[in-house]
């Protein structure tokens, strides 16, 4: 059993004493990042949840499966993981477009709820260095990131995996194969697919897994030890949990012993100051105190007064070709809409098992690469500026969904570094006309540029403050534009 140094350090593992972390200043600066959700489930280019799915009679992915690859009795998951190859992988061509595109920090993926490790571990013979790739695909993450100066975290995903991946216990209830065991049942892969044949049910929809997490004290002793692992060998910046810290917060506590033992090793390496941050999706005003909260594919209402994160991908999490991408238009206005409350952009650039990036995303990145070299100024290393948003428009907080907001160009998001205020117009006025309301009478404002064109006249109108700018005929960019405000 490996050791467990949580408990030499800062940090023990209970609420009450994470509750103490401080959110490092390299994560408040930062304010996007670039996340390689990526894996064996990336070889068949047919979506999310491929390894469960497949084992799901009457699926679409079951369907493609069985007619691309055979019956998930004969050629399972396991074999699905041999034809992972990453064989046009290059991870400093891909982290020079990230870099260029505005990226501070990136996350690599280093298990799915799949239980594929995507690093060389001692623990677990499923893993990328002894099948398919035959590649360290997150320590190769970690060397490009570290060369140009990024950030580097890990996510993971395993604290499901026990219940999510029972499905490849069962067997078809009908056709050529009705009754046939998949090739879950098999003992000799037991390590992969996991003794966990309490939590199958025949007939559960796709989109559910019940419960999350399980209760199984073994489940929880081996999540602790692989994440151990994955900490002790990688020294991430920032791990993220898909879920609340696993397994709630009171018995074992495994979650809270490795946020505690992310945080301890990191102080030790930073002279007894914590620089990492654990994301995880617990709400609840005691939990999310441990560390940062992560939104997945949606947002804050409103302005924050703590740092958050929000997780989203251009199309869907594994690379799909049925996928619909977000446009530039719609990733430029989540990004600035976003910062402008307190929170930071971790953005999923879906991977062709080959390790490439299709020419879509190439579109996209560079992009935002060029909006960045206009308006990066009011993004990286500020701050949001007094309530964050001005406007009747906003995004709609609800599931999972990421609608395109129609803004208005009565619609402002701002931010702040030192005695500058970035007014980000959302929509372009057709009389060349900005109005911002949210200065306030007591400013005073000393000079007004466009960002990407140069100083543009103004004047306030009191007794409320408003400030009127006249814009230039054509904005610098195509996207969001943004007024920099020189305020005394």
Same mark, same amino acid.
């Given at each position: 059993?490996?050791q467990?140094?949580?408990?030499?350090?800062p940090?023990?593992?209970?609420?009450e004493s994470?509750?103490?972390?401080e959110?490092p200043?390299?994560?408040r600066?930062a304010?996007?990042g670039?996340?390689s959700?990526?894996?064996?489930q990336s070889?068949?280019?047919?979506g999310d949840w491929?390894?469960?799915n497949?084992?799901i009679?009457?699926?679409?992915?079951?369907?493609y499966?069985?007619?691309?690859?055979g019956h998930?009795s004969t050629?399972?998951?396991? =074999? *699905?993981? $041999?034809? %992972?190859?990453?064989e046009r992988?290059?991870?400093d061509e891909?982290m020079?477009?990230y @870099?260029r595109?505005g990226?501070?920090y990136?996350?690599?993926l280093?298990?799915?709820?799949?239980n594929?490790l995507?690093?060389?571990s001692q623990?677990?013979?499923?893993?990328?260095a002894a099948v398919g790739?035959?590649?360290?695909v997150?320590?190769l993450w970690?060397q490009a990131?570290?060369?140009?100066g990024?950030?580097?975290?890990l996510?993971e995903h395993?604290?499901?995996?026990?219940?999510?991946?029972s499905?490849?216990k069962g067997?078809d209830?009908?056709?050529?194969?009705?009754?046939?065991p998949?090739?879950g049942?098999?003992?000799a892969?037991?390590d992969?697919?996991l003794a966990?044949?309490e939590?199958?049910v025949?007939g559960r929809?796709? =989109? *559910?897994? $019940?419960? %999350?997490?399980t209760?199984n004290?073994g489940?929880?002793r081996?999540?602790l030890d692989? @994440?151990t692992?994955?900490?002790?060998?990688y020294?991430p910046d920032?791990?993220?949990?898909?879920?609340a810290p696993p397994f709630g917060?009171?018995g074992?506590?495994?979650g809270?012993r490795?946020?505690?033992?992310l945080?301890n090793?990191?102080?030790a390496?930073n002279?007894g100051r914590?620089?990492?941050?654990y994301?995880?999706k617990?709400?609840s005003?005691e939990?999310r105190r441990?560390?940062?909260?992560d939104?997945?594919?949606?947002?804050e209402?409103?302005l924050?007064?703590?740092?958050?994160?929000?997780?989203t991908?251009?199309?869907?999490?594994?690379?799909d070709?049925?996928a619909?991408y977000k446009s530039?238009?719609?990733?430029?206005e989540?990004?600035v809409?976003?910062?402008?409350?307190?929170?930071?952009?971790l953005l999923?650039?879906?991977?062709?098992?080959?390790g490439?990036?299709?020419e879509?995303?190439?579109h996209?990145?560079?992009?935002?690469a060029?909006?960045m070299?206009?308006c990066?100024?009011?993004?990286?290393?500020?701050?949001?500026?007094?309530?964050g948003?001005e406007?009747?428009s906003?995004v709609v907080?609800?599931?999972?969904?990421e609608?395109?907001?129609a803004?208005?160009?009565?619609?402002?998001?701002?931010?702040?570094?030192?005695n500058?205020?970035?007014?980000?117009?959302?929509?372009?006025?057709?009389?060349r006309?900005?109005i911002?309301?949210s200065l306030?009478?007591?400013?005073r404002?000393?000079?007004v540029r466009?960002?990407g064109?140069?100083p543009?006249?103004?004047h306030q109108?009191?007794?409320?403050g408003e400030?009127v700018?006249?814009l230039?005929?054509?904005?610098?960019t195509?996207?969001?534009n943004c007024?920099?405000i020189e305020?005394?």
């Amino acid at each position: 059993m490996p050791q467990r140094p949580e408990t030499t350090g800062p940090f023990l593992p209970s609420v009450e004493s994470l509750s103490t972390f401080e959110c490092p200043e390299w994560f408040r600066d930062a304010k996007l990042g670039i996340w390689s959700h990526w894996g064996p489930q990336s070889v068949p280019r047919y979506g999310d949840w491929y390894a469960r799915n497949m084992y799901i009679e009457g699926s679409d992915q079951y369907r493609y499966h069985v007619r691309t690859y055979g019956h998930p009795s004969t050629f399972g998951y396991k =074999d *699905l993981g $041999a034809l %992972w190859k990453a064989e046009r992988f290059d991870p400093d061509e891909l982290m020079d477009l990230y @870099v260029r595109a505005g990226a501070r920090y990136f996350v690599a993926l280093a298990s799915h709820h799949d239980n594929f490790l995507n690093y060389p571990s001692q623990l677990h013979r499923w893993n990328s260095a002894a099948v398919g790739p035959g590649k360290d695909v997150v320590g190769l993450w970690r060397q490009a990131a570290h060369a140009r100066g990024l950030r580097f975290g890990l996510s993971e995903h395993l604290g499901a995996a026990f219940s999510w991946w029972s499905v490849n216990k069962g067997a078809d209830a009908t056709g050529p194969y009705a009754g046939v065991p998949y090739d879950g049942t098999d003992p000799a892969f037991e390590d992969l697919y996991l003794a966990n044949d309490e939590h199958f049910v025949p007939g559960r929809r796709t =989109d *559910l897994v $019940a419960p %999350w997490y399980t209760a199984n004290p073994g489940w929880h002793r081996r999540w602790l030890d692989l @994440v151990t692992e994955m900490i002790d060998l990688y020294e991430p910046d920032l791990l993220y949990s898909d879920g609340a810290p696993p397994f709630g917060v009171h018995g074992m506590q495994a979650g809270l012993r490795a946020a505690a033992h992310l945080y301890n090793t990191s102080a030790a390496r930073n002279g007894g100051r914590n620089q990492a941050v654990y994301t995880q999706k617990d709400r609840s005003s005691e939990v999310r105190r441990i560390g940062v909260l992560d939104v997945e594919r949606s947002q804050e209402p409103a302005l924050s007064p703590v740092p958050w994160q929000t997780d989203t991908c251009l199309g869907g999490w594994f690379y799909d070709v049925r996928a619909v991408y977000k446009s530039p238009a719609h990733v430029v206005e989540l990004l600035v809409d976003v910062v402008a409350k307190n929170g930071r952009l971790l953005l999923n650039v879906p991977q062709l098992p080959d390790g490439t990036i299709d020419e879509e995303c190439r579109h996209l990145l560079k992009e935002l690469a060029g909006w960045m070299e206009v308006c990066g100024e009011g993004i990286h290393g500020s701050r949001p500026f007094g309530p964050g948003v001005e406007g009747p428009s906003g995004v709609v907080v609800d599931g999972f969904r990421e609608d395109r907001v129609a803004w208005t160009d009565a619609d402002y998001r701002h931010t702040r570094r030192e005695n500058t205020v970035y007014a980000f117009q959302m929509a372009w006025p057709q009389d060349r006309r900005s109005i911002i309301r949210s200065l306030g009478p007591q400013t005073r404002i000393s000079s007004v540029r466009l960002l990407g064109a140069g100083p543009v006249e103004h004047h306030q109108i009191y007794p409320g403050g408003e400030l009127v700018v006249d814009l230039p005929e054509h904005p610098p960019t195509p996207y969001v534009n943004c007024l920099a405000i020189e305020v005394r």
